[in-house]
């Protein structure tokens, strides 16, 4: 089935620093693929098989993420700015889907950030779709996938056109190397603009304050060991949950 | 003042996504997708009117998006409430698609002012709270902690006919790997990440969850990379989510992807070297300490 793969590659919010007054510092944080694109990626090949698989990114960040993992041609909306709507996101998006001709599939990672983002770009398209999805395969001309529901294990099938959201279970481990870096870049890179694509740019919500969540900080005892130790077992007797 | 929809496909949360619906001053709709059993819930819940999809057999809640998004689109709310579930986004999706909302994930509070609506997010996997507004429609996955049902009242349930549900199909439905394993059930566990340094060592976490009556957990690398505890052990996102009456963390940094997994534990006490360790900011008691003089001196303050 012919795949789109959607990867981002954006600021790394794990090393988004929030200072005391609960403003943001973004100035340490390094440029970064989505955490679930790499396991996204791998449900796309399995899905696409011998069929087209292509790559799509939008903003300005480094479009041969995929290309260096086996994709042969990606297209990217460079002047994507960064939206807090993740349905403004999810339009970019499903316009640079409709770009591509004959898409049956769109497979996207389902990350906790942007985890409006996939189900926002399946409404756009009017596409069903199934998020939490751990991996995914064809047969019988239908999409099957894996996913985890509490404690179950559920094997869902779908009939395309569909957006299949991915969560990864783990870090990437097959990180690629110099050659396959090399190779990335001999991979054709179709850029385009959000007004090739017809999409806007518009940012529905307007962040007006960020602040402190409201959390009691953890009762921490340090120093000698044992002190520490007996502090900790009053503490937990007085909670009953000893 | 203006009324809210909630999105309903489990019994989780109901009265926690209606109070939240409330913030913006009118009434509450609840759409049920699923059994009789949850419209029946549901409408003890809170919510002022309930519209119930009946759900068949083999076909998951993400089946009905479209019937449930027009529902919700012919009667234009400004502001739509789902659990962050897979199923409840996937209806979220294609009811904010429909509606022309913005799709604000992480939503804690909603109000409406005037013609703006505003929502309180968690952002940065809870580190921060931002406040964006909007004069649109919304549509939130909500984030807060979990609520009282509200009053005693019942709200009357009317089906609503969904026979265009999309080719989605259940084909199988099997206990996850691990899903008996003793560590879901377990009132106490004792949890060990990279801070131990061989595997041998792992006889000192041994001793302190003995005398607690605790099962042992550990994080994702610890059974994943180092293969020194059972997969089956390993809590987190990926892992088993548990909900023991005591959670203690030894040596573990207290990564999100970690702490999601012991959302619903009671008291979560974190053991660590390192004054800064992010477990000591979502951790109800700590100690700083090396584990290899922590732990011991808790074995042994709970021997007295
Ligand atoms: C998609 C994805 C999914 C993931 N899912 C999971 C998951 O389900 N579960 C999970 O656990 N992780 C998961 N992870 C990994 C997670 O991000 C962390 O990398 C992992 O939890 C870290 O494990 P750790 O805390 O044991 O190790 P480390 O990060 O190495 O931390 C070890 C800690 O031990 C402390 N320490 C060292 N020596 C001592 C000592 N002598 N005494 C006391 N303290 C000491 C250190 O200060 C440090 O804080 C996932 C990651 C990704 C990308
Ligand atoms: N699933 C996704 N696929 C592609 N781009 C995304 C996705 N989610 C978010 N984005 C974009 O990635 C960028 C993230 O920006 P930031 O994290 O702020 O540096 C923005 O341009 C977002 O709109």
């Not at chain 2, 119930?52 to 009905?64: G, H, I, L």
């Not at chain 2, 041998?200 to 607690?212: M, N, Q, S, T």
Request: aromatic share 4%; glycine share 10%.
């Amino acid at each position: 089935m012919k795949t789109v793969i959607v990867y981002k590659w954006a600021r790394n919010a794990e090393d988004a620093a929030v200072r005391s007054d609960g403003s943001v510092d973004w100035r340490n944080a390094k440029m970064t693929a989505g955490e679930d694109d790499f396991a996204a990626l791998e449900a796309a090949k399995a899905i696409a098989g011998d069929d087209d698989l292509v790559g799509l990114t939008i903003g300005d960040g480094d479009a041969s993420w995929a290309l260096a993992r086996g994709v042969l041609q990606a297209v990217s909306v460079t002047d994507a700015p960064h939206l807090t709507d993740n349905a403004s996101t999810a339009a970019i998006i499903a316009a640079a889907v409709r770009q591509i001709e004959g898409v049956d599939v769109v497979v996207i990672g389902d990350s906790e950030e942007y985890a409006g983002v996939p189900v926002a770009l399946a409404g756009l398209l009017g596409w069903p779709a199934v998020a939490h999805v751990g991996s995914a395969a064809v047969s019988d001309g239908r999409v099957r996938i894996i996913r985890k529901q509490g404690r179950n294990e559920q094997t869902i099938s779908i009939a395309a056109p569909v957006v299949i959201a991915v969560s990864a279970a783990s870090p990437e481990k097959n990180i690629p190397g110099m050659k396959e870096q090399l190779a990335a870049r001999k991979r054709p890179i179709t850029k385009l603009t959000l007004a090739a694509v017809g999409a806007g740019c518009d940012d529905r919500l307007s962040s007006t304050a960020t602040k402190l969540p409201e959390t009691t900080a953890a009762r921490v005892f340090a120093g000698d060991p044992a002190a520490a130790a007996a502090q900790l077992v009053a503490a937990l007797r007085g909670e009953g949950v000893l | 003042m203006s009324h809210a929809w909630i999105i309903v496909t489990e019994e989780k949360q109901v009265a926690a996504l209606t109070l939240a619906a409330r913030g913006m001053g009118g009434r509450v709709i609840a759409v049920v997708v699923g059994p009789r059993a949850l419209a029946d819930a549901t409408a003890a819940a809170g919510p002022d009117e309930v519209k119930w999809v009946e759900t068949s057999q083999d076909r998951p809640p993400e089946a009905y998006a479209g019937p449930v998004a027009r529902m919700i689109a012919a009667d234009a709310p400004r502001a739509v409430v789902a659990n962050a579930t897979a199923e409840g986004r996937v209806l979220a999706g294609m009811v904010a698609a429909r509606l022309g909302a913005a799709v604000i994930p992480g939503g804690l509070k909603l109000s409406a002012s005037g013609d703006k609506t505003v929502v309180e997010r968690a952002d940065l996997d809870g580190k921060v709270i931002e406040t964006v507004e909007t004069t649109g429609p919304v549509v939130t996955f909500y984030a807060g902690d979990d609520a009282a049902n509200e009053g005693s009242s019942c709200a009357s349930i009317e089906q609503v006919a969904a026979d265009d549900a999309a080719d989605i199909k259940v084909e199988r439905v099997e206990p996850a790997a691990g899903a008996d394993a003793g560590i879901n059930k377990a009132a106490v566990v004792v949890s060990v990440g990279r801070g131990l340094k061989r595997k041998d060592d792992l006889e000192i976490v041994r001793g302190l969850a003995d005398v607690l009556g605790a099962e042992i957990g550990c994080s994702m690398p610890v059974a994943d990379d180092l293969g020194w505890v059972e997969k089956e052990r390993y809590v987190g996102r990926s892992g088993q989510h548990i909900a023991p009456r005591l959670y203690i963390a030894v040596g573990i940094q207290g990564a999100p992807q970690h702490m999601e997994g012991v959302r619903g534990a009671k008291v979560v006490v974190g053991i660590n070297n390192d004054p800064d360790a992010a477990i000591f900011k979502s951790a109800d008691y700590g100690i700083v300490g090396d584990l290899y003089e922590v732990v011991p001196a808790l074995r042994a303050a709970l021997g007295e």
